[in-house]
């Protein structure tokens, strides 16, 4: 039986160049040590760079991450890199991704040669630090499977259900004390995926990396909340002042208005994951029609920066300049130096001035694009619209 995470519904905002940086790294070093068959290299590679147990030295906590046993070995820890890696990288950034890389396969490391003297390679330490971040980071995404039992077939399973407890705990825990885990370093996984969990909600908690709605602090939040409501509310006195309080006092929500808003939030989920799955099938109308009810139900929400900048030209191309301008102004303020921002900031100006006749927002938006462009044609096409706009308040 075969059960494999292929790709999550996270679409990374950025390229995640650390990543594909390290996906490679551990190609390379396979190549080098496994594929040509060199002796001296080989003695080299098991004497100073896998870590040995009895008699660690400090390069090998870094440099056994690197290596892999097989093609096996190699094949699926790279898959479970790419599949989380990528979410986790965008979100934290390359310099901070790959130095939380490297850090996690350190201290995994250091777990395994807490009661072990044995040798040890592979990324599996520092992989299961990156799975445990997408897991609080992105607790509410949903992972394709692909599942192979006399058929193949695939289906979508919560990131928590996954990682939490087939990636976790049966493979790490309850597989090995039936016998199942062969020739794995269980206590190097575990403290890999306690690194992970431990260093994201810190970096959460202290903000290095943007809250959401949805991350898991922001779940533990919620559900903290909800717990000392009932917890308030099961006093009858209180029920009663929440009923017949002061008029100034803005009244409590009722369990069935929670309710609503955890339905409400959990929507707003479903829908940004879908938008993500529409557009890698590459129906952006559909996408863009699946937008309009997200913003419907919060108009404050705004998709990954390549969704939200693709959604807004479909509306642009298809005539909804209005829909247009909201979007593009969406990304505006959650990515306001995206690589893009300048670029739409001259496309807005443009949209209001040609579009919607709103002349003096046009002029805003592009001497805003005029001072941060510095192509000099683009500069030159600003200036034109600038000209339009005023010319065109001119004559109001």
Known sequence: MIFLPIRTEMVARRTPMANYALLAANGMMYLVFNIVHNPALRAFHDRHLVLHGDWPVLHQYFTYQFLHADLWHL???MLFLWVFGNSVNAKLGNAAYALFYLAAGVFAALTFTVDSTDALLGASGAIAGVTTAYLVLFPRSRVTVLFVFFFITFFEVPAMVLIGVKVILWDNIFAPSIGGAGNVAISAHLGGYA??????????????VPRDHFDMLALLDRWNRRRQFRSVMSDPNAQ?????GTVARPAAPTPQEQRVEDQRLDRITDLRGQIGEILDRGDVSAAASAYEELIAIDPNQCLPAQQQVVVAREFYSTGRPPQAASAFERYLSSYRSGYEADEIRMLLGIIYAR???????????????????TDASRQSQCREWIAFAKTAMGNA
């Open 75 to 77: 094949g699926g820890n």
């Open 240 to 244: 009663r002042q929440a009923v017949y």
């Open 355 to 373: 579009d919607l006749q709103q002349y003096g927002t046009a002029e805003k938006y592009l001497q805003e694009a005029l001072r941060r462009l």
């Open 195 to 208: 690194f992970g969990f431990v260093a994201a909600g810190i970096m959460l908690a202290v903000r290095a």
